[in-house]
């Protein structure tokens, strides 16, 4: 049996709640980095700067039986150098605890990829944090591969 998952443009009098399920998301994702930001203030940082910063973004609802399971935000931009080609980045993607394990964030992922292919997108690529193992794993089952691997410090 299938799970029935719909994407849903989030419209913009929506945004209070979506700002609501990025923080539980925040909350979330703390738990992997050492170093991370208190979530709240990562939160009143990153909102502002997401929504100024809209070009190529699509904020989208992860719905099934007419609830909010999560959330899908993807950034659409040309691949450079290959400007002719599209790269579709899902830069935020968030399923709520109590709808996991379901197969709701697999049906989501597939939607999401079946709308790119109909568009021509030439690659998908996923952003997870090297120590969100279960993160890892679940894009890993849907066929996403490690292209490379991101390094950093404070100065």
């Known amino acids: 049996m299938s799970t029935s998952v719909a994407l849903v443009p989030i419209a913009e009098v929506e945004r209070p709640e979506l700002r609501a399920m990025m923080r539980d998301y925040f909350v979330e994702l703390a738990t992997y980095e050492p170093d991370a930001e208190d979530p709240d203030e990562h939160l009143e940082r990153s909102w502002p700067e997401m929504l100024a910063d809209m070009l190529g973004r699509e904020l989208q609802w992860i719905v099934t039986d007419a ?9 659409t ?13 899902i830069v935020e993607f ?23 292919r109909d568009r021509g997108t030439y690659f998908v690529e996923a952003d997870i944090l090297i120590a969100n193992e279960p993160a890892k794993e679940f894009w890993q089952r849907l066929g996403f591969q490690v292209q490379f691997l991101q390094t950093g410090r404070k100065p």
Do not use: C, K, N
């Open 77 to 89: 931009l040309p691949d450079w150098p290959h400007t002719e080609r599209l790269i579709a980045s």
């Open 94 to 116: 968030y399923i709520a605890p109590e709808f996991r394990r379901g197969g709701i964030g697999s049906a989501a992922v597939e939607t999401m990829l079946a709308e790119h």
């Open 67 to 75: 609830q909010r399971a999560g959330f899908l935000i993807v950034r």
